[in-house]
């Protein structure tokens, strides 16, 4: 299993009601295999040039495992799609992923260092 990110527009007419579209996009990750490890709404923005007539997307994100075979069925499916507007589908660099955390700790470390030094000051 490989790490993906999912970008999902779905129609701006879904935004108050995204929780049937965000059913049918999760089962068709989870009827091919996929594991969602992380889910985020970015909410309703105004798209860079009009899709299908409409002007605003609803934009969510997930990070995914998938198999090697389940990119292509998903693509094909998201295509036929009606909520959704456009998607996108990349493999996450291992590397990069290694970094962040890498970063992560590196920050966490950093402000309790500052506030054990803060301490010590008497501030």
Known sequence: MKDYELSVVFHPDLE????????????IIESNKGKITKEEN????????SINGQD?????????????????KISS????????LRYLLVKTDPRRAKAAALRKEEESA??????TTNQEKGE
Request: negative net charge; glycine residues 4%.
């Open 16 to 27: 108050m009601n995204l929780d049937p579209a965000l059913d049918k996009v999760k089962k």
């Open 42 to 49: 970015d909410g309703k923005k105004r798209l860079a040039y």
């Open 56 to 72: 605003f997307g609803v934009y969510y994100y997930f990070d995914l495992q998938l198999p090697a075979e389940a990119p292509a």
């Open 77 to 84: 499916t998201f295509n036929i799609t009606d909520e959704v």
């Open 110 to 115: 950093e402000s309790v260092s500052d506030e």
